[in-house]
Every structure is written in structure tokens, then in C-alpha cells.
């Protein structure tokens, strides 16, 4: 990818305004100014709307206010594709990663990845060794870390594919700005996002085998709780509890208040694959839903994400991702990792031991 | 380097055919009757090819739909839910097994790396590490089932059985360094031993001649099969030893596992016979 302009050229400050100009001011868009006054106004809005996030600390659980920076960064259109671009590619070849990992582990064969950085890793599940999920999407949803350089390049840092969170936070501040300041979106070709629940909605629906899709919370004392019941209500789904659910015989049940079931056949679950099934995991997980796996195993309910996503985003395999691409794709990766060695490899050992600033990677688990 | 190991003082030469009668039965009670309870039940014999299965039959008490579903091993289960109020869940199995070649398990489908690498259960302390460098003769380099065999033996000569001195998630490491346990923390300190080794291991929970509840043993892979090796009686599985779940560890292959909502005293009273019968 191309250096792109500096994160600078796009906004400024000049007497009481900020100055947002996209595309650098270069192209036919005009400039806009975001008043300080404005500024005020939206973090008072959000205040008001209490957009939280929980936090264990000491052993007390605290709600609090979700930190944001009230001025807009500008990404111009053609960066804004190019990204697209990238992260559609990375996903897709991860999801590729995750299909054959399980089923025919051809990469192991082909030697593009060493096989001892998936078999000892414990993100790596072979309780779904023979599972195929609906439509084989695996990774539904991913939030992928990018970060810019000061040269203005885009690096990925990471990849999760496992519970993502955060997506609730970006279209609320959207939304406060068409309350706060309207003329700011209606005045500048800003590409709507606020159709993310929408969007989410339609995957579930895509890979649901028959019946309704629900929200599945580990409950109000998870950080974030806030986004659980936000991205439900947007949906208009259920937000469920694991002892909302239950597995009779073949199907999975969402039981309402009135004593109602109706068959569950996708769950966008918000907690982890160990706390999943204690049927199958953590023995003692009183947040999950017992036997959800053999339902899940029978194509008969999806989860998003799919159960096993782990190994896709482990710090080790990352390394790998651009020859991940490059093998499931045959492209070059659009987006770059950022510069990493691994000391496993000769020539990164190298490199590491001559470059004392340089941090050696690990494989490990994800913290 | 032999690729038929000599077993002197193991107990093979009796030959391997037999017919067994296989009762297991457990009776759960509960001191206050509980209900929406979800299950997880282990109740199908594996389609192993060293026997055959001539009459099965199995039973949950109180009478519920059970539905099946096979685990990443290929391995079938039961499940379901009990709604209704019960203080006694019951369950149990019996049938006539017809034994006609050594003990022994083909490959599976699973990639066998799995089986080397450690876990919580498996994963041994400085003090395992240390047993397994003792043993370890570097001048002669064994067949991987020889050097299995080793490391049984290093098993019995340094630990003692002992019934209620851990519990079922006591970790390999801590009954090493006791220097106790019972079936199950043998059976993990020899997989453990194993897979430090570079030797697949994994744990087998099924049935043995003569015991009053069911039984806990180890299998190694060496040159494409499965091998048993009992290191709580310090022998090779050849016969007398019946098969019900296998797994990565004892939590992998638990019999049962069930879920309800209430807070109660539970007693397990558990009663496997396996007998071997003449025809």
C-alpha cells in the first residue's frame, strides 16, 4: 500500500474551531468547522446517554463514562477502500485458515505454517474436530486492530475473531453527532455506519438453520453489558442469559417470561468458547448453556463467532497471516503486519540478537 | 532396535478370547429433589475391533428422551433434560462382550499431535521431570512401547495407591509430589511421562475384571496402534479391560456431567461388574 497523507493535513486548529478538510483539502470537498462549543455539547450528550463500560477493580465493579475523543479523524474515501479492501482480504483468507485447520489441514501439509504453532497452542480446539458450521463462516464478525505510522502507513496489529467488542461505541458517537451537530454529516459525503446492527442482523439470518437469532450475555457484571443490550435492541432480538436457554433432543430453545419457547437458530454470543458448554468445557461454567454443543454440532443452531476462532487470531499465527493470504488467495496481503520476528525462524533469530531494542514474539495465548 | 517388544514380566501369555457381562450402574441422590436438570452421559460402548458387543441395553431413571450425539473422537453420547422434581437420577448399562483378539485401538481420525501435548491434568512438576530424567538411559534408545513400559514401572516403584488422597482435579504434578493417588492420578503422571517424551498418550475410562467402579488406564501410540498400559496394576492391557470414553485427559472422558439450578447434597453410588463367563 501506498504512504498516505499525515493524520495531520486533515484536521487543524484555527480561533475557536477545529477545521476538518478531507482529502487534505486537495479534492472539491469543502472544509468544515467543528466549533469548541459543539465539542462540549457531545461529550455533555454522551454523558447523558451514560455510554459505559464496566470495570473490575479490587474486587468492585464500576460503570464507567466510555472515554472518546470528540474530534473527528478524517479518512479519505480512497484510504477509507483501500482499508476496506485490506480487511476483507485478511478476513476472508482467516476464514479459510480456520476451515481447513479443522477439517483437512492442508497448510500444515503444504508447510506453510510450522504444525507445533497450532498443535500446542491452547486457543487450538479439537473438541470441534469434525464440526462444520452453517454456510462455513467462521468468523462472522472480527475486529481487526489497524494502527498508523507517522509516515501515515497502515499496519494491522491484530486480529480477534473471537468475541470482538466495541462496535456499539463508534455508532453511538455517530449518532450524537447527527443530534449534536447535524450539519456535520449532512454537509460532508460521510459514509453512513449506523447500519452496522442491520448488517449483523442479515449474517445471522444467512447462516441460521430455522429459527429466531438472539443476543447471548454472560450477564450485567461483564464489561461490556452496555453493547450486549445496545446491539439487541438495534437488532431487534432477544438479549438472552444462558438460563434463558435451554437444548431439548435436537434444537435449541429461547423460554420467555410467559413460559413461551421458540427454537433458537443463531446466537450471537458475547462470552468465551471455555464458558460456552459445561458440558464440553469448564465444567463449573454456570453462565453457558449445558449440551449447546451437540445441537451446534448437528448444524441445527449457529454461533457467531464459531467456536474454535482462537487459533485464527493467536499472537503466533499472525506472523503467518500475509502467506496465509497468499496461499488461500493467491494475492499479496493489501495490508501490512507490523514489522515482526520470530525467533524460531533463523533468520528473525538473527535479527533479534543483533537489534537489542527489538522485542521477541512468542507463541502464546492471547491475553 | 526391536519392533516386538519382549514383555517377561508382563502378563500376556494367556490368550485373549473370552466372553464378559458388563453391569454398570450409578444412582444419584440427591438430598432435595431438583428439576430442569441437563445431563451428559456416557453410555455407548466404543466400536472398537478387538470386541464385539452381542446384547446392550441402557437405562435413565426417571424415564426421559434421550437424544445422542457422537464427540470429536467419534465417540457417542447421551444427552438431555430431565424437567420434572427427582431425587434420584439413575443410569446405567449391561451387556455380553465377546472378546476375540488382543487389546488394541486402530488410529482415529484426529491428527495424534493432540495427544502430546499437556494439559493441566497431565502436566508434571520439577519432580516428574526429575523421575523421567533418572530413567532415561541415554546409551540404549528403547522402542517408544519399551520405554512406555519404563515408565510404568518408575510409576509403581515411587507411588502408592492410596483411596480419597486426591480428587478428581488433582494435577499430576501434586500426586507426584505426594507420592499417592489413585487410578486416575496414575494414569495421568504416565501420560504426562509420555508426552514429555515425544510419546502420544491419552486416558482410557472403561472397565476392568474384578473391579467395583469403573477404572482409569492410559493408551500409547507407537508404530501406527494404540497400545493399553495399566500403570495402577503395572501391566500391559492385553485382555480383561473394557473400553467406555477415551479423551486427552480424565476431564476429557468424564462418564457424566450434569447441570441444574439448585444448591443440594449429592451421594453417587456406583456399581461396575465386569465378569468374564464361560459359554
Known amino acids: 500500500m501506498q504512504k498516505t497523507q499525515q493524520r495531520g493535513h486533515s484536521r487543524r486548529e484555527r480561533g475557536g474551531y477545529v477545521v476538518l ?12 468547522k467543528l ?3 459543539d465539542l462540549d455539547r457531545l461529550k455533555a450528550y454522551l454523558n447523558r446517554y451514560a455510554i459505559t463500560f464496566g470495570l473490575f477493580q479490587d474486587n468492585t465493579f464500576e460503570d464507567r463514562l466510555f472515554p472518546f475523543g470528540t474530534v473527528p479523524r478524517v479518512i479519505g474515501p480512497w484510504e477509507f477502500d483501500t482499508l476496506e479492501k485490506g480487511l ?6 482467516l476464514n479459510l485458515f480456520l476451515l481447513d485447520i479443522y477439517h483437512e489441514r492442508k497448510v500444515l501439509k503444504d508447510k506453510i505454517i510450522p504444525e507445533e504453532f497450532v498443535f500446542s497452542c491452547p486457543a487450538y480446539l479439537p473438541e470441534v474436530y469434525g464440526l462444520r458450521p452453517p454456510a462455513d463462516v467462521y468468523a462472522h464478525l472480527s475486529g481487526i486492530d489497524l494502527v498508523q505510522a507517522a509516515d501515515g502507513t497502515w499496519y494491522i496489529l491484530e486480529d480477534n475473531l473471537r468475541v470482538p467488542s466495541g462496535a456499539s461505541y463508534p455508532l453511538i458517537a455517530r449518532e450524537a453527532y447527527h443530534t449534536v451537530c447535524p450539519n456535520l454529516i449532512s454537509d460532508m459525503p460521510v459514509r453512513e455506519s449506523r447500519d452496522y446492527p442491520q448488517m449483523l442482523g442479515r449474517v445471522m439470518e444467512d447462516v441460521n438453520p430455522g429459527g429466531i437469532s438472539v443476543v447471548l450475555s454472560p450477564g450485567r457484571y461483564n464489561a461490556a ?11 431487534g432480538v432477544p438479549l438472552v442469559f444462558g438460563s434463558d436457554l435451554e437444548v431439548d433432543g435436537e434444537y435449541l430453545y429461547f423460554k420467555d417470561v410467559g413460559g413461551h419457547r421458540a427454537r433458537v437458530g443463531a446466537v450471537y454470543r458475547r462470552l468465551s468458547d471455555e464458558y460456552l458448554d459445561p458440558m464440553v468445557f469448564e465444567p463449573d461454567s454456570i453462565i453457558g448453556v449445558p449440551n449447546i454443543m451437540s445441537v451446534y454440532r448437528k448444524g441445527n443452531v449457529s454461533i457467531v463467532n464459531a467456536v474454535g476462532n482462537g487459533i485464527a487470531d493467536d499472537k503466533g499465527i499472525y506472523y503467518f497471516v500475509p502467506a496465509l493470504i497468499k496461499y488461500y488467495l493467491g494475492e499479496e496481503a493489501i495490508l501490512r503486519n507490523a514489522p515482526t520476528y520470530l525467533p524460531f525462524f533463523e533468520r528473525d533469530r538473527k535479527h533479534v540478537l543483533q537489534n537489542p531494542t527489538c522485542v521477541p514474539m512468542f507463541c502464546t495465548e492471547k491475553t | 532396535m526391536s519392533s516386538s517388544p519382549q514383555f517377561t514380566d508382563l502378563e500376556y501369555e494367556r490368550s485373549a478370547d473370552g466372553v464378559y457381562k458388563l453391569n454398570y450402574d450409578v444412582r444419584a441422590e440427591m438430598d432435595t429433589a431438583i428439576r430442569n436438570h441437563s445431563w451428559c452421559l456416557r453410555l ?10 452381542d446384547e446392550f441395553s ?3 431413571e426417571p424415564e426421559c428422551a434421550a437424544a445422542t450425539a457422537v464427540d470429536y473422537l467419534g465417540q457417542e453420547y447421551s444427552y438431555g433434560l430431565t424437567r420434572e422434581d427427582h431425587s434420584v437420577f439413575r443410569y446405567g448399562l449391561s451387556a455380553t462382550i465377546r472378546q476375540h483378539a488382543s487389546y488394541g485401538r486402530r488410529p482415529d481420525t484426529v491428527p495424534i499431535q493432540i495427544f502430546l501435548r499437556s494439559d493441566r491434568l497431565t502436566e508434571l512438576d520439577h519432580k516428574g521431570v526429575a523421575w523421567l530424567q533418572a530413567f532415561q538411559s541415554p546409551e540404549k534408545p528403547k522402542n517408544p512401547l519399551e520405554w512406555s513400559i519404563g515408565a510404568m514401572h518408575e510409576i509403581t516403584q515411587n507411588m502408592i495407591y492410596l483411596t480419597g488422597s486426591t480428587n478428581y482435579s488433582t494435577p499430576a504434578g501434586d500426586a507426584v509430589s505426594q507420592g499417592s493417588g489413585v487410578c486416575q492420578d496414575f494414569a495421568h503422571i504416565l501420560i ?3 508426552r514429555a517424551h515425544g510419546v502420544p498418550a491419552r486416558y482410557v475410562n472403561g472397565f476392568l475384571v474384578g473391579d467395583g467402579v469403573t477404572h482409569a488406564w492410559v493408551e500409547v501410540f507407537v508404530e501406527g496402534r494404540w497400545y493399553g498400559l495399566d500403570p495402577t496394576h503395572n501391566r500391559l492391557v492385553v485382555h480383561d479391560y473394557i473400553p467406555l470414553a477415551r479423551g486427552r485427559n480424565a476431564e476429557d472422558c468424564s462418564l457424566n456431567r450434569g447441570v441444574w439450578s439448585s444448591v443440594v447434597q449429592q451421594h453417587q453410588h456406583i456399581s461396575a461388574s465386569l465378569v468374564e463367563v464361560l459359554e
Do not use: W
Open chain 1, 21 to 32: 478538510e478531507p482529502d487534505g483539502g486537495a479534492g472539491k470537498n469543502r472544509e468544515f
Open chain 1, 35 to 37: 466549533g469548541y462549543s
Open chain 1, 88 to 93: 476483507r482480504q485478511r478476513v476472508h483468507a
Open chain 1, 225 to 235: 453489558f452496555f453493547e450486549h443490550s445496545y446491539l439487541a435492541e438495534k437488532m
Open chain 2, 44 to 53: 455407548s460402548l466404543p466400536d472398537d475391533d478387538f470386541f464385539e458387543v
Open chain 2, 58 to 60: 441402557r437405562y435413565i
Open chain 2, 192 to 194: 504426562g511421562l509420555c
